[in-house]
């Protein structure tokens, strides 16, 4: 679709759209809907795959075994690295936003069914999404990520520049990038609101 196109609430969309990432046993895909609205209207600026990282893997471990918290915020940032209108692919290793903008709590957390209908039950489909509104967000995006924070307020993240993974860390006390997402630049004028819709299948 361009991004002219005429769209449905963040809702109703995000049907067919996948990534599988084979870490172990378990298989996470995840996908990305962006539209946003100005005066020419909604428009889908973004839909693209991502990628679940390394330590969405840990992450993951940790709240089976009660250590840690669910995710929480969706951060995005101006810092992927490559060309602004076709960036570097990413990578599992990936542990934080290379250049963090903003992070906001997600506006809601919804479980959806095989047709892509709200369920009331939980199932293994779950869309997380975001809203920056006018004022919120604004510069030249290109890169987001679901985060696990300790604190939604400030930047807890670990150490390591990416490539480097000390596969040491303790996550426990610090913010867990579970997956990431760099993507051609998004230009967010002050005046527009853009929501972000971020599916997980497990």
Request: zero cysteines.
């Amino acid at each position: 679709m361009s991004v002219n196109d005429r769209i449905k609430p963040p809702s109703t969309v995000l049907s067919g759209l996948g990534f599988g990432f084979q870490e172990g046993a378990i298989k996470v895909k995840g996908s990305v809907k962006a539209i946003m609205t100005d005066e020419q209207g909604d428009r889908i600026v973004l839909e693209k795959n991502n990628i679940y990282t390394l330590d969405g893997g840990v992450l993951a471990s940790m709240l089976f075994s009660g250590l840690s918290r669910a995710p929480n915020v969706l951060a995005v940032g101006t810092g992927a690295s490559g060309s602004s209108s076709s960036p570097d692919s990413p990578d599992a290793r990936q542990r934080r936003l290379n250049t963090e903008l903003v992070r906001k709590e997600f506006s809601s957390t919804v479980f959806r069914d095989s047709t892509g209908a709200i369920s009331s039950v939980p199932t293994n489909v779950l869309d997380f999404t975001t809203v920056f509104e006018s004022g919120e967000a604004v510069g030249a995006l290109n890169e987001m990520g679901i985060v696990s924070a300790i604190n939604v307020g400030a930047i807890n993240a670990p150490a390591d520049v990416f490539p480097d993974r000390d596969t040491t860390t303790d996550l426990t006390s610090l913010d867990v990038l579970v997956n990431y997402l760099p993507f051609p630049v998004i230009n967010k004028p002050n005046g527009a609101t853009l929501a972000i819709t971020w599916r997980l299948t497990f």
